[in-house]
């Protein structure tokens, strides 16, 4: 089972902002990161070290923490983000751990 | 642009062991630790192991006894072999670079996945 826990399932309005959480205690210690997958792709890195993003992916996505809580935030959804989100750390041991992840639905 | 490519075996019978390489292309193979990620259908990430170009590794505590992720500097490949492969054991099969200088290094550059089914 993971240490990290997450909603099984958001969703929100095309436009709307919509916000994903992951909640561990490891997170007291250990950035947070957070991935993106569409059905039969790769994950996609989109948040790391709780705030920063990659090239290329649009600031519509960021990311926070606080205490043993981290977020990802998408504002002005568009159709496009419809898919799984992931968020990753480090567990007990120091090992890299994922949250079950939380399928993320525009209506 | 550092790129993953990734092969092996995709169908497996109970007790068989599982042999997977990833090649990387772009950017540099040694100073990063390259780990394989699973997830099974349906179902989230779960990490496999790591390890770097010097062959430190680490292990999944759940599945350390049946994995071993070795690296061919001269190649830059990584292979994934897990032993007494089950049912359980179906999923489709990620390597990944870490990312370094942080808490959490996080996975940067993916391989597009080997799906991988054991049965009789």
């Known amino acids: 089972s993971s240490e990290l826990t997450q909603d099984h399932a958001v969703s929100v309005a095309l436009g709307q902002t919509v916000r994903v959480t992951c909640l561990g205690d490891s997170l007291r210690s250990y950035y947070a990161n957070w991935y993106q997958q569409k059905p039969g792709q790769a994950p996609v890195l989109l948040i790391y070290d709780k705030d920063k993003r990659p090239s290329g992916i649009p600031d519509r996505f960021s990311g926070s923490i606080s205490g043993h809580t981290a977020s990802l935030t998408i504002t002005e959804t568009q159709a496009e983000d419809e898919a799984d989100y992931y968020c990753h750390s480090r567990d007990s041991r120091g090992n890299p751990s994922f949250g079950p992840g939380t399928k993320v639905t525009v209506l | 642009q550092v790129h993953l490519q990734q092969w092996g075996a995709g169908l497996l019978k109970p007790s068989e062991t599982l042999s997977l390489t990833c090649a990387v292309y772009g950017g540099s193979f040694s100073g990063y630790y390259w780990s394989w990620i699973r997830q099974p259908p349906g179902k989230g990430l779960e990490w496999i192991g790591e390890s770097d170009h010097s062959g430190r590794g680490n292990y999944n505590p759940s599945l350390k006894s049946r994995v071993t992720i070795s690296l061919d500097t001269s190649k830059s490949q990584i292979s994934l072999k897990m032993t007494s492969m089950s049912v359980a054991d179906t999923a489709v099969y990620f390597c990944?670079?870490?990312?370094?200088?942080?808490?959490?290094?996080?996975?940067?550059?993916w391989g597009q996945g080997t799906p991988v089914t054991v049965s009789s």
């Open positions: 990944a670079r870490e990312g370094a200088n942080t808490s959490s290094p996080p996975f940067e550059f």
